[in-house]
């Protein structure tokens, strides 16, 4: 089973509106980080907003939020106010196991991406 | 602050050559990832250095080896390069256990064809 899927390859919005984008995930950890980033056509990856499992608020920064739940194993990306910069590819990450300890789980296992296109 | 760099930018080798791609890490930083990224994929982990081990490895042949230098730098060596390699390679660097995250940073990235 894949850890990470997301199912919308594509997406669209219209500027100066919100976009979420999907993302479900897969582990038997109880502590686990979720990452979301965006690959401009450039191939940087660019770190957007990170989610602790043990997070008990939504995590936000500026225009981006992300919508936890836990008990779904979701973690979906909200845009808000799109603007056409933030057209790109985005993906899904999860690192498995607490952050810090030394225990090796540093690796990050990404989804397969949803590339999101900002209309005017 | 200098973030994450990776030289060459651009590679084009042939099936059977060797290549050596390198990384320095955002200032700061004391480990290195590389991941492959096939075209229209997400990024697959290739192995982590820390303290110039590898402490982590993904599923990937022998043929992918790397090392860390004591400046935390790092390279990342491909033998008997197939058509499958080709791909874009993307170093990340972190410092483990310090921000209760432990977000990885990205370089740009060097993009390897072979042919």
């Known amino acids: 089973a894949q850890k990470i899927t997301q199912t919308q390859p594509g997406m669209f919005v219209q500027e100066k509106e919100a976009v979420t984008l999907d993302c479900t995930y897969d582990t038997s950890d109880q502590s686990y980080g979720l990452f979301w980033y965006k690959q401009p056509s450039s191939g940087e990856m660019i770190f957007l907003i990170y989610?602790?499992?043990?997070?008990?608020q939504n995590a936000t920064e500026g225009r981006y939020s992300l919508n936890f739940q836990k008990a779904r194993k979701s973690a979906n990306l909200v845009i808000s106010a799109s603007q056409l910069g933030d057209s790109a590819m985005y993906f899904c990450?999860?690192?498995?196991?607490?952050?810090?300890?030394?225990?090796?789980?540093?690796?990050?296992?990404f989804g397969k991406g949803t590339k999101l296109s900002v209309i005017p | 602050d200098a973030g994450v760099t990776q030289s060459p930018t651009h590679l084009i080798k042939t099936r059977g050559q060797q290549v050596t791609l390198r990384c320095s890490p955002k200032s700061g930083h004391d480990t290195v990832s590389w991941y492959q990224q096939a075209l229209g994929q997400g990024p697959q982990f290739i192995f982590q250095?820390?303290?110039?081990?590898?402490?982590q490895r993904g599923n990937f042949p022998d043929r992918f080896s790397g090392h860390q230098f004591p400046n935390y730098s790092s390279e990342l060596n491909v033998n008997a390069l197939l058509l499958g390699d080709s791909a874009l390679y993307l170093c990340?660097?972190?410092?483990?256990?310090?921000?209760?995250?432990?977000?990885?940073?990205f370089g740009p990235g060097t993009r390897l064809t072979v042919l």
């Open positions: 990450a999860m690192r498995e196991g607490p952050a810090g300890t030394g225990a090796g789980s540093y690796q990050l296992t």
């Open positions: 989610q602790g499992s043990y997070d008990e």
């Open positions: 990340a660097s972190s410092l483990i256990g310090t921000s209760g995250r432990d977000e990885q940073f």
């Open positions: 250095y820390y303290e110039e081990e590898e402490r």
